[in-house]
């Protein structure tokens, strides 16, 4: 995703590595459409979302990788 005005970005440490979350607004349909990584042990997981929560997605994810 290129960086636009308007878009939010976050970085913090959490589920044992670094996060960050990145959102913007697609103009085209007028949603939210969010990146979050987490990067951890040498390990980069990625989920992308438009329009719809998942909660806790990432964190079980990582339950699953890494027990």
């Known amino acids: 995703m290129n960086q636009r005005s308007g878009d939010v970005h976050d970085c913090t ?3 044992g590595g ?3 979350q990145f959102t913007r607004t697609e103009e ?3 949603t939210d ?3 979050t ?3 951890r042990d040498g390990v980069v997981v990625t989920v992308r979302q438009s329009n719809y ?7 079980s994810i990582v339950t699953r990788i890494c027990g």
Do not use: N
């Open 13 to 15: 440490d959490r589920l």
């Open 18 to 20: 670094t996060v960050c």
């Open 28 to 30: 085209q349909y007028g």
């Open 33 to 35: 459409s969010t990146q």
């Open 37 to 39: 990584v987490l990067v």
């Open 53 to 59: 929560p998942t909660d806790d997605l990432l964190g």
